[in-house]
Structure formats: structure tokens, C-alpha cells
């Protein structure tokens, strides 16, 4: 991606994006529709960032360490295309200390099933767990799995925001920081997030993309007794050739789930004709 002159950046037109409910986060996301590029940074008011919860300023922070150690390396497929500004910069009459740039791209799960083939909805599926496998192999799990978080840039899938991001090996460390629509059942019982984690929160993706109909609970514990008990899967019958797969993907105990995305793929690549 071409890389912006910092000392242009403040005439770049850039857009404040970010919904209000996030800028309490101390996250802001800015995007110029001619350059069709977003700038995120922190949060640019120094007295405002130390009100922060500490939970936000790490995650911020986490994402950008994440970044700068493993964004050289050509053997990674997760990263979209991106600049990171490692020294201060005005921006919008704003002072700033880091940020990241990353290309615009569109969302993956925007192209609907229905108007694919089996083998082309097969192929979009692949294309969203192969970064997740790559990002395993590292020894790394996104642990903030959603959506959105799915992006096609030139026909390759990348991820977005990991401020979330954590060692498999964490020993249990755990985290009340999921979306409750995408936590897998034994999150709303005080474990930590795995690979069968991230399995489950994938499934939900995969299965509210080729049902079309998005989860549905009122509150906290409503999600907890879908997940727990009352969630059942039924896709459309032209699309039932998936169902063993998101059945295995969604199991409510953690040791009947498929393991992890190695074996998602695998599945993919040899159960589905």
C-alpha cells in the first residue's frame, strides 16, 4: 500500500468513523474515501485517556505490539495491507502518539449464499478459516471473533482488530470480554478462551451467514440459556450439505467439538462435496 506523508496527514480529508458508543474505548477510526484508507488511533486527549479502564488502554496497546512484531514477516496471511505510525503526529487539531493504517476492504460475508454454488460457498468458507489457521499456527487465537472482523482485500481474507489477541498457552488466564452472541457455552461458565472457543464463535459466523437469520436473545442470560440449551441448527435444505459441519462446530461440550481450524478446514476440504 502506498504510505502517507505524516506531514500531510492533517489535509489527508480523513472522516471520523467511529460509532459514539465506542469512543469511550479510547479507539478512533477515521477513513478518506479517495484514498479508500482508515486511520486508527488512541484516543487523543491525554486527561481523557487516563480515564480509561485499564481493559481498553491494554487492548489498544495489545494490538499495536501485535502489529509491530509480527507485521514483517511475509509468511503471514492474517494482516491486511497496513502502515503503523511510530512517532507523534497532528491529526484533525489532535496530537496523537501511534496509529495504524490500513487499506479499506470489503466485508467477506457480505456476498449472500444464496446466490452461489455449493462449491463457491465451500470456497468462502475456506477463505475465512485459512487466516485463523495461520494465526493458530503461530500459536495465537483472535479471541474477539465477530463478523465483521472478516475482510477481502484483492480476493485474499484478512482480520481486523486484535485487541483481544492471546497465546493458546495462556494457562487458563481468562477474560470476561466476549460478545455473548458468539460465546461458546463453556465462556458463560467462567472458562477461558481456546481454540474450541474460537471453533464455536466461528460456527455461529458460518451459521448465521448460510441460515440469513441473525441470533436472537433479550439479554446476558437470554444468550447464556441459547447457547447452554435451547440452540439448535437448521440451514435451508440446498444448504444441508453444512449442517454436519456446523453441527460439529457448535457442540455445547467442548470435548465433542472439532479441535480446532485445522480441523475445520479439514473437514471443509473432504466432508463437503
Partial sequence: ????????????????????????????????????????????NISDRLKLSTQAELGWQRELNFYQ????????????????????????????EHALILVDARAHFQVMPHQQSITQIRQHLLQAVEPL??????????????????????????????EH????????????NATPRYMAPELFQGQAKSLQSEVYALGVIFYEWLSGQRLQATDYLDWALL??????????????????????????????RLTDFKAVRSYLMTEIE
Fill in 227 to 256: 447457547h447452554c440449551q435451547r440452540l439448535k441448527i437448521a440451514l435451508p435444505e440446498h444448504l444441508q450439505v453444512f449442517q454436519g459441519l456446523l453441527e460439529d462446530m457448535l457442540r455445547k461440550q467442548k470435548p465433542h
Fill in 1 to 44: 500500500m502506498p504510505r502517507l506523508n505524516l506531514d500531510y496527514l492533517d489535509t489527508s480529508n480523513f472522516e471520523l468513523r467511529t460509532k459514539a458508543r465506542s469512543l469511550g474505548f479510547g479507539r478512533r477510526l477515521y477513513y478518506a474515501e479517495k484514498q479508500a484508507l482508515w486511520l486508527k488511533t488512541q484516543i487523543s
Fill in 69 to 96: 512484531v509480527y507485521a514483517r514477516s511475509s509468511e503471514l496471511n492474517f494482516f491486511l495491507p497496513h502502515q503503523i505510525i511510530q512517532q507523534p503526529f497532528k491529526f484533525d487539531h489532535d496530537h496523537f
Fill in 133 to 162: 489457521v495461520c494465526l493458530q499456527e503461530l500459536g495465537y487465537i483472535h479471541a474477539d471473533l465477530k463478523q465483521e472482523h472478516f475482510v477481502n482485500d484483492q480476493g485474499r481474507v484478512y482480520l481486523l482488530d486484535f
Fill in 165 to 176: 489477541v492471546q497465546s493458546i498457552y495462556q494457562n487458563g488466564t481468562y477474560e470476561l
